[in-house]
């Protein structure tokens, strides 16, 4: 038990056992002291010695540099990639519903380039399913995070084909604008949860 | 992935596509069931074009409107088609398999949330890339799919697909929420 008024301090202790050494509470004033060594459970007395040498401080080292935190520019980049990308989702989707003239003319288009197999580019529920990729990329670009994803989606939105292929250019853009802009994305993977 | 909270209002947006995806594929389903024997078994024709307005007038509704739409947006030929009481279905194979799995993504994301992070590229690639090879090896003419691999390759695209809109949903919300605490 403390008494009130009392000062501890701690104090540097060798077993004369097993030398193991470790740190122990004493009461200042205080000469000798019973303790129990936590390795080899040792009892024995310690007696205080105080060491009357004044220790002196000196710099070691570099001097540290000073480094201040600023605002990173953020750019519009990502914002008009994820408008193009918004324009990509709506010319796709609306390629597959309503366009028949594109449907009918691409494939006369593709069979110039003397293709055997059936032609697909056409294929309304395929062209939605990549204006849905499109949509993710949008997420992606919108919030800013998630760089990787938002690159492979908007890749994966170029074979959406909207409306004669401009779908695939505004995803072409979208997918360059996001690739320069990739300093602007917070990557998770470098980030440290406390 | 973790489970959802049942009463949240985003799984029951998730549940409202999921649940029009499920009636859409049921119908496609029964409308085969529904109309006399071998009365559709031939609706070869090109995708975007209505090419069997006749057969379509002749059925009852709603299965006219379900093999109108298949005939708007699928090409379906019989021999990439399945074929339920001696009756083609209203979609491809391929189509039929994408319709599903889009159902079961959807069914899964009502249960289960997936965060969006990296990881999903993965899925795509799982989703996108047997369909893409598939497709393309045999629009250059290289080989012949067959139903099975045209069902397989459409359901892991559906599937993902499907997941990926309860992604997009999720996010929204979460955008939405944010914007709601900026805002306060």
């Not at chain 1, 959406?160 to 853009?173: D, K």
């Not at chain 2, 497709?135 to 099975?148: H, I, K």
Request: contains cysteine; aromatic residues 12%.
């Amino acid at each position: 038990m403390k008494d009130k008024g009392e000062t501890q301090v701690k104090g540097k202790i060798i077993c004369p056992k097993c030398k193991n050494e470790f740190i122990l509470e004493l009461t200042e004033g205080k000469k000798v002291h019973d303790t129990i060594c936590p390795k080899c459970k040792n009892k024995f007395s310690a007696e205080v010695k105080c060491d009357s040498k004044e220790l002196d401080w000196e710099e070691y080292g570099e001097p540290r540099k000073t480094v201040l935190s600023c605002i990173k520019p953020r750019s519009n980049k990502p914002l008009i990639a994820t408008i193009l990308l918004v324009c990509v989702f709506v010319i796709g989707v609306s390629t597959a519903i309503f366009s028949d003239f594109f449907i009918k003319t691409t494939p006369y288009a593709i069979s110039a380039m003397d293709l055997k197999g059936d032609i697909n580019i056409g294929y309304p529920i395929i062209v939605v399913i990549f204006s849905v990729f499109a949509l993710l990329a949008i997420v992606a670009c919108f919030k800013r995070k998630h760089f990787g994803l938002a690159v492979v989606c908007s890749f994966i939105a170029i074979f959406s084909f909207g409306f004669f292929f401009i779908g695939s250019i505004l995803s072409i853009i979208a997918f360059l604008l996001i690739f320069v802009s990739r300093d602007e994305f917070k990557d998770e993977k470098k980030e440290k949860i406390f | 992935m973790k489970r959802r909270k049942k009463s949240s209002k985003v799984t029951i947006v998730i549940s409202i596509f999921f649940l029009l995806f499920l009636v859409w594929i049921l119908l496609q389903f029964l409308a085969p069931l529904a109309l006399p024997y071998q009365s559709v078994t031939q609706l070869d024709g090109v995708t975007g074009f209505v090419d069997n307005q006749e057969q379509i007038d002749n059925m009852t509704m709603p299965w006219d409107s379900i093999y109108g739409c298949g005939d708007r947006l699928c090409h379906q030929k019989a021999d990439r088609s399945f074929f339920i009481n001696g009756n083609e279905m209203p979609f491809c194979t391929r189509c039929t398999a994408i319709w599903l799995g889009l159902a079961i993504g959807l069914g899964f994301m009502v249960f289960f949330k997936i965060e969006l992070n990296e990881k999903f590229i993965f899925l795509i690639i799982l989703g996108l890339v047997p369909i893409g090879v598939d497709g393309v090896v045999q629009l250059f003419g290289f080989w012949e799919s067959n139903n099975v691999v045209r069902l397989i390759t459409g359901l892991l695209v559906g599937i993902i697909c499907g997941m990926a809109i309860g992604v997009i949903i999720d996010e929204v919300n979460e955008i939405r929420l944010s914007r709601k605490t900026k805002s306060s």
